[in-house]
Protein backbone atom coordinates (compact mmCIF):
# COMPACT_ATOMS: atom_id res chain seq x y z
CA UNK A 1 0.00 0.00 0.00
CA UNK A 2 1.41 3.33 -1.34
CA UNK A 3 1.82 5.44 1.76
CA UNK A 4 -0.09 9.27 0.70
CA UNK A 5 0.30 10.74 4.09
CA UNK A 6 3.25 10.52 6.80
CA UNK A 7 3.24 12.59 10.08
CA UNK A 8 6.21 13.55 12.69
CA UNK A 9 6.38 14.74 16.15
CA UNK A 10 9.19 17.15 16.18
CA UNK A 11 10.58 17.72 19.66
CA UNK A 12 12.51 14.13 20.03
CA UNK A 13 11.60 13.01 16.96
CA UNK A 14 12.41 15.02 13.86
CA UNK A 15 14.91 17.35 15.03
CA UNK A 16 18.04 16.45 17.67
CA UNK A 17 19.12 17.31 20.57
CA UNK A 18 21.01 20.37 19.10
CA UNK A 19 16.88 21.64 17.55
CA UNK A 20 18.16 21.32 14.40
CA UNK A 21 16.89 19.44 11.79
CA UNK A 22 19.40 17.14 9.99
CA UNK A 23 20.17 17.69 6.28
CA UNK A 24 19.29 13.68 6.08
CA UNK A 25 16.10 13.70 7.37
CA UNK A 26 15.16 17.45 5.43
CA UNK A 27 16.31 15.78 2.09
CA UNK A 28 14.54 12.32 3.07
CA UNK A 29 11.76 14.23 3.27
CA UNK A 30 11.92 16.58 0.25
CA UNK A 31 11.98 13.52 -1.74
CA UNK A 32 8.95 12.28 0.25
CA UNK A 33 6.90 14.77 -0.79
CA UNK A 34 7.13 14.75 -4.57
CA UNK A 35 4.78 11.65 -4.06
CA UNK A 36 3.03 12.07 -1.05
CA UNK A 37 2.02 14.85 2.24
CA UNK A 38 4.42 15.46 4.75
CA UNK A 39 2.74 16.73 7.86
CA UNK A 40 4.57 18.58 11.61
CA UNK A 41 2.29 17.21 14.23
CA UNK A 42 3.68 18.80 17.34
CA UNK A 43 2.56 20.96 20.83
CA UNK A 44 4.48 23.50 19.61
CA UNK A 45 2.39 26.69 18.70
CA UNK A 46 2.38 27.92 15.22
CA UNK A 47 5.25 30.42 15.72
CA UNK A 48 7.31 27.66 17.18
CA UNK A 49 6.37 25.44 14.16
CA UNK A 50 7.25 28.21 11.18
CA UNK A 51 10.93 27.79 11.33
CA UNK A 52 10.88 23.85 10.44
CA UNK A 53 8.01 24.07 8.17
CA UNK A 54 10.31 27.15 6.13
CA UNK A 55 12.82 24.48 5.59
CA UNK A 56 10.55 21.98 3.94
CA UNK A 57 8.71 21.81 0.70
CA UNK A 58 5.83 24.48 0.30
CA UNK A 59 3.13 21.53 0.58
CA UNK A 60 4.09 21.12 4.14
CA UNK A 61 1.07 21.32 6.50
CA UNK A 62 1.42 21.22 10.55
CA UNK A 63 -1.28 20.26 13.25
CA UNK A 64 0.14 23.18 16.33
CA UNK A 65 -1.14 22.81 19.54
CA UNK A 66 -0.97 19.10 20.01
CA UNK A 67 -4.08 19.27 17.74
CA UNK A 68 -5.89 22.11 18.16
CA UNK A 69 -5.02 24.02 15.21
CA UNK A 70 -3.78 22.72 11.31
CA UNK A 71 -1.93 25.24 9.90
CA UNK A 72 -0.54 26.26 6.28
CA UNK A 73 2.48 28.30 5.61
CA UNK A 74 2.17 31.88 3.80
CA UNK A 75 5.10 33.43 2.95
CA UNK A 76 6.88 33.57 6.16
CA UNK A 77 3.78 33.54 7.86
CA UNK A 78 0.37 30.65 8.67
CA UNK A 79 -2.78 30.43 8.05
CA UNK A 80 -4.99 28.23 10.36
CA UNK A 81 -7.29 25.95 8.38
CA UNK A 82 -8.38 24.36 11.22
CA UNK A 83 -9.20 25.79 15.05
CA UNK A 84 -10.66 23.68 18.18
CA UNK A 85 -10.66 25.86 20.93
CA UNK A 86 -10.87 25.47 24.84
CA UNK A 87 -14.08 26.56 26.37
CA UNK A 88 -13.84 29.15 29.31
CA UNK A 89 -15.72 26.45 31.50
CA UNK A 90 -13.19 24.33 31.11
CA UNK A 91 -10.24 26.69 31.53
CA UNK A 92 -11.81 27.44 34.47
CA UNK A 93 -12.18 24.38 36.09
CA UNK A 94 -8.89 23.56 35.57
CA UNK A 95 -7.50 26.58 37.28
CA UNK A 96 -9.70 26.16 40.13
CA UNK A 97 -8.67 22.59 40.69
CA UNK A 98 -4.50 23.85 40.45
CA UNK A 99 -5.67 26.25 43.54
CA UNK A 100 -7.15 23.82 45.45
CA UNK A 101 -4.30 21.07 45.40
CA UNK A 102 -1.53 23.41 45.49
CA UNK A 103 0.03 22.59 42.89
CA UNK A 104 3.48 23.90 41.76
CA UNK A 105 3.46 23.97 38.06
CA UNK A 106 3.67 26.38 35.30
CA UNK A 107 0.98 27.46 33.79
CA UNK A 108 1.42 28.23 30.03
CA UNK A 109 -2.06 29.72 27.64
CA UNK A 110 -1.74 29.72 23.78
CA UNK A 111 -3.74 31.68 21.66
CA UNK A 112 -3.86 31.31 17.86
CA UNK A 113 -0.79 33.22 17.67
CA UNK A 114 0.79 34.40 21.57
CA UNK A 115 1.99 32.33 24.27
CA UNK A 116 0.71 33.72 27.42
CA UNK A 117 1.92 33.26 31.13
CA UNK A 118 1.42 34.96 34.13
CA UNK A 119 5.17 35.12 35.27
CA UNK A 120 8.29 34.07 33.46
CA UNK A 121 9.80 31.28 35.92
CA UNK A 122 12.99 28.42 35.03
CA UNK A 123 10.11 26.40 33.01
CA UNK A 124 8.76 29.01 31.00
CA UNK A 125 12.44 30.48 30.15
CA UNK A 126 13.24 26.95 29.43
CA UNK A 127 10.95 26.11 26.89
CA UNK A 128 11.67 30.05 25.40
CA UNK A 129 15.68 28.67 25.35
CA UNK A 130 13.84 25.03 23.17
CA UNK A 131 11.49 27.19 20.91
CA UNK A 132 13.42 29.96 20.24
CA UNK A 133 10.03 31.95 21.07
CA UNK A 134 9.18 34.26 23.61
CA UNK A 135 6.41 34.41 26.21
CA UNK A 136 4.16 37.78 27.21
CA UNK A 137 3.71 37.93 30.60
CA UNK A 138 0.63 39.03 31.93
CA UNK A 139 0.63 39.16 35.75
CA UNK A 140 -3.35 39.28 36.03
CA UNK A 141 -3.57 36.99 33.77
CA UNK A 142 -6.34 34.97 35.43
CA UNK A 143 -8.51 37.70 35.39
CA UNK A 144 -8.22 38.56 31.82
CA UNK A 145 -9.03 34.63 30.65
CA UNK A 146 -12.76 36.05 28.88
CA UNK A 147 -10.57 38.65 26.69
CA UNK A 148 -8.85 35.84 24.93
CA UNK A 149 -9.57 32.52 23.12
CA UNK A 150 -7.34 29.84 23.96
CA UNK A 151 -5.98 26.34 22.16
CA UNK A 152 -4.15 25.28 24.82
CA UNK A 153 -2.46 24.91 27.75
CA UNK A 154 0.69 23.65 28.88
CA UNK A 155 1.51 22.68 32.14
CA UNK A 156 5.43 22.60 33.72
CA UNK A 157 6.61 20.89 36.37
CA UNK A 158 8.18 18.37 37.57
CA UNK A 159 7.26 14.53 37.05
CA UNK A 160 5.70 13.74 40.29
CA UNK A 161 3.76 17.31 40.28
CA UNK A 162 2.66 15.77 36.81
CA UNK A 163 1.34 12.98 37.79
CA UNK A 164 -0.30 14.30 40.01
CA UNK A 165 -1.92 16.52 38.48
CA UNK A 166 -3.06 13.80 36.01
CA UNK A 167 -4.59 11.95 38.86
CA UNK A 168 -6.45 14.64 39.57
CA UNK A 169 -7.98 15.70 35.91
CA UNK A 170 -8.87 12.20 35.75
CA UNK A 171 -10.93 12.05 38.90
CA UNK A 172 -12.37 15.53 37.89
CA UNK A 173 -13.92 14.61 34.42
CA UNK A 174 -13.46 18.22 33.50
CA UNK A 175 -14.50 17.91 29.11
CA UNK A 176 -10.31 18.14 28.62
CA UNK A 177 -8.10 16.04 26.70
CA UNK A 178 -4.65 16.05 28.39
CA UNK A 179 -1.49 13.92 28.33
CA UNK A 180 2.36 14.01 28.09
CA UNK A 181 4.53 15.17 25.23
CA UNK A 182 7.28 14.52 28.10
CA UNK A 183 7.81 13.25 31.77
CA UNK A 184 7.49 17.36 33.03
CA UNK A 185 4.71 19.06 30.09
CA UNK A 186 1.03 17.76 30.28
CA UNK A 187 -0.25 18.93 27.20
CA UNK A 188 -3.94 20.29 27.45
CA UNK A 189 -7.21 20.69 25.49
CA UNK A 190 -10.60 20.71 24.34
CA UNK A 191 -11.89 17.45 24.71
CA UNK A 192 -11.22 15.15 21.88
CA UNK A 193 -8.69 17.48 20.51
CA UNK A 194 -5.41 15.84 19.77
CA UNK A 195 -3.50 15.36 16.97
CA UNK A 196 -5.12 12.38 15.81
CA UNK A 197 -8.16 14.98 15.16
CA UNK A 198 -5.99 17.04 13.00
CA UNK A 199 -5.11 13.78 11.41
CA UNK A 200 -8.15 12.66 10.29
CA UNK A 201 -9.15 16.04 8.93
CA UNK A 202 -5.55 16.19 6.45
CA UNK A 203 -6.89 12.27 5.69
CA UNK A 204 -10.66 13.46 4.96
CA UNK A 205 -8.91 16.33 2.51
CA UNK A 206 -6.82 14.20 0.76
CA UNK A 207 -9.29 11.80 0.31
CA UNK A 208 -6.45 8.92 1.99
CA UNK A 209 -7.46 5.85 4.45
CA UNK A 210 -5.69 4.86 7.77
CA UNK A 211 -3.37 2.00 6.09
CA UNK A 212 -1.88 4.82 3.52
CA UNK A 213 -0.87 6.82 6.74
CA UNK A 214 2.52 6.41 8.78
CA UNK A 215 2.90 8.48 12.16
CA UNK A 216 6.20 8.89 14.17
CA UNK A 217 6.94 10.38 17.35
CA UNK A 218 8.36 9.69 20.86
CA UNK A 219 5.53 10.85 23.44
CA UNK A 220 2.48 10.17 24.85
CA UNK A 221 0.48 12.95 22.75
CA UNK A 222 1.98 10.99 20.06
CA UNK A 223 -0.20 7.82 20.90
CA UNK A 224 -3.43 8.35 19.09
CA UNK A 225 -2.08 9.21 15.87
CA UNK A 226 0.67 6.09 16.26
CA UNK A 227 -2.08 4.18 16.68
CA UNK A 228 -4.30 4.68 14.07
CA UNK A 229 -2.21 5.02 11.47
CA UNK A 230 -1.20 2.12 9.59
CA UNK A 231 2.40 2.16 9.75
CA UNK A 232 2.97 3.12 14.06
CA UNK A 233 6.95 4.25 14.50
CA UNK A 234 8.56 5.31 18.05
CA UNK A 235 12.01 6.53 17.57
CA UNK A 236 14.79 4.58 19.94
CA UNK A 237 14.76 8.11 22.60
CA UNK A 238 10.28 7.60 22.75
CA UNK A 239 8.79 7.20 26.14
CA UNK A 240 8.58 3.37 27.15
CA UNK A 241 4.92 3.63 26.52
CA UNK A 242 5.14 4.55 23.32
CA UNK A 243 7.57 2.20 21.76
CA UNK A 244 5.48 -0.62 23.76
CA UNK A 245 2.54 0.35 21.50
CA UNK A 246 4.32 1.27 18.25
CA UNK A 247 4.66 -0.91 15.20
CA UNK A 248 8.65 -0.21 14.64
CA UNK A 249 11.00 1.40 16.24
CA UNK A 250 13.48 3.23 14.30
CA UNK A 251 16.86 5.28 15.17
CA UNK A 252 16.52 8.00 17.95
CA UNK A 253 16.14 11.51 17.13
CA UNK A 254 19.99 12.32 17.26
CA UNK A 255 20.78 9.30 14.46
CA UNK A 256 18.12 10.31 11.73
CA UNK A 257 15.36 8.15 12.78
CA UNK A 258 12.67 10.16 10.65
CA UNK A 259 15.14 9.63 7.75
CA UNK A 260 14.96 5.90 8.41
CA UNK A 261 11.50 5.36 8.97
CA UNK A 262 10.85 7.49 5.18
CA UNK A 263 13.35 5.09 3.75
CA UNK A 264 11.87 2.05 5.37
CA UNK A 265 8.09 2.20 4.87
CA UNK A 266 7.70 5.24 1.71
Not at 7 to 23: F, K, R, V, Y
Request: proline share 5%.
Amino acid sequence: MTIKLVLSDIDGTLINAQNELPSKVQQAIINYSQHGTFVLATARPPQATIPFMNQLPQNTLAICLNGSLIIQKRLNSFQAIAKYQLPLTSIQGLLTLLTSHHLNLAVNFFTERHWLVSKRDFWVQNEENLTQTTAQVIPDLDQQLADHTFYKILCMGEPDTINQLSQYLTQAHLPLNFNRSKATYLEIAAQDVSKLKGMEFIMQKLNCTPDQTLAIGDGENDLPMINAAGIGVATANALPTVKAQAQYIVADCDHDGVQEALVRFT
